[in-house]
């Protein structure tokens, strides 16, 4: 069993920054593709952005230009780059890492993200 475990959540005011971290207990690249999901109060989980196996990164329209996945193979860990955040960007945070072959799925246990004043 993989764990995936997401950190860097908070409280910051409109127009901040934050930086999500995803680690997990096996060796990510070159083995998953990673997404970063979003779920608020009983909604749906609504998906962010993803990093997949081979380096490629992809946005839904609602972040582009204000969010950045990366990742650092050294330390194992995916990034995701909030900046210029919003109210509407409120929401736990999830880190997924799925494995294509196979379909198996891990998630994290998420973390909070608050954007107020």
């Known amino acids: 069993q993989v764990q995936v475990v997401e950190s860097g959540g908070g409280l910051v005011q409109p127009g901040g920054s934050l930086r999500l971290s995803c680690t997990a207990s096996?060796?990510?690249?070159?083995?998953?593709?990673v997404g970063w999901y979003r779920q608020t109060g009983g909604q749906q989980r609504e998906w962010v952005a993803s990093?997949?196996?081979?380096?490629?990164?992809y946005y839904t329209d609602s972040v582009k230009g204000r969010f950045t996945v990366s990742g650092d193979n050294a330390r194992n860990t995916l990034y995701l780059q909030m900046n210029n955040l919003r109210p509407e960007d409120t929401a736990v945070y999830y880190c997924?890492?799925?494995?294509?072959?196979?379909?198996?799925?891990?998630w994290g246990q998420g973390t909070q993200v608050t954007v107020s004043s």
């Open positions: 997924q890492l799925f494995e294509g072959p196979s379909a198996m799925s891990y």
């Open positions: 990093f997949s196996r081979d380096g490629n990164t």
């Open positions: 096996g060796s990510i690249f070159g083995t998953y593709d």
